[in-house]
């Protein structure tokens, strides 16, 4: 099955700088890669996603790179601001037939004013 | 914009009792995952329904079981309740694709804090 491993567990940046989170998966047939946000007292929310089909996607602050080739995905946020200050999980699936999402083991930004 | 709606939002019980807890999907979305998050964890995948059956299973105990209603809210059953199961619940649903396939990205809802006492 699949295995999604997340690094670095926890992280803290100065406002302002940025941050970057690395995924790898184990399966190759995964081919939907998801990010998500989780506040205390809340669920993860979905922040941005790629296809295996992407290398790169961007949403203003935030993009998502994939080597498919090596298997590993990774979450960069830029000119980061004290509300990005949160748990960020990584995961992968399969976004057709497959309905289970695995997810790494997340990690916990700071971002210091 | 709607969104998951789960309850209880925070539930507790005695240990061997039995709990329900509920979930009503965003608006026309047809497939609903349920997630098991211990504390300082990742969510742990436990089964998803796709237009009312069963689609894919995780890592749910023989203790639980979930379903699907025609309205396409689901309900996770829990009996013989233990101390281990103590954690977050969380719901989250899709829509699928005109191919009829699941088509991600999942939505969650805020979850149902269960305590076991």
């Known amino acids: 099955g699949e295995n999604v491993e997340q690094h670095p567990s926890t992280l803290s940046v100065q406002e302002g700088d940025s941050a970057v ?16 946000k989780q506040e205390l007292g809340k669920g993860p929310q979905l922040i941005i996603d790629i296809r295996s089909n992407v290398g790169e996607k961007k949403d203003q602050r935030i993009a998502v790179t994939l080597n498919k080739t090596a298997k590993h995905f990774s979450l960069h946020i ?5 509300e990005d200050s949160a748990v960020y999980f990584c995961a992968a699936s399969l976004d057709t037939g497959g309905f289970k999402t695995i997810f790494g083991a997340g990690t ?6 | 914009a709607a969104g998951v709606i789960q309850s209880p939002r925070h539930l507790i019980k005695e ?11 965003i ?3 047809d497939t609903v995952y349920w997630y098991q ?5 990742d969510p742990q995948f436990l089964i998803s329904f796709y237009e009312k059956m069963q689609s894919d299973k995780g890592s749910i105990p023989d203790r639980f079981s979930a379903q699907q209603f025609s309205d396409y809210h689901s309900e996770l059953n829990m009996s013989s ?3 281990g199961d103590s954690a977050l619940y969380f719901c989250a649903s899709s829509s699928s694709s005109d191919e009829g396939a699941p088509f991600q990205p999942q ?4 979850g149902t804090r269960l305590s076991i006492l």
Do not use: M
Request: aromatic share 16%.
């Open chain 1, 78 to 82: 830029t000119e980061t601001q004290p």
């Open chain 2, 81 to 83: 309740l233990e101390l």
């Open chain 2, 15 to 25: 240990k061997r009792e039995t709990a329900t807890l509920k979930c009503y999907p």
């Open chain 1, 108 to 113: 916990r930004l700071f971002v210091k004013a």
């Open chain 1, 21 to 36: 989170i690395k995924c790898t998966y184990s399966d190759s047939a995964s081919n939907y890669f998801p990010w998500y």
């Open chain 2, 37 to 41: 998050q211990g504390p300082g964890q």
């Open chain 2, 27 to 29: 608006p026309r979305h």
């Open chain 2, 107 to 110: 939505h969650f809802g805020d």
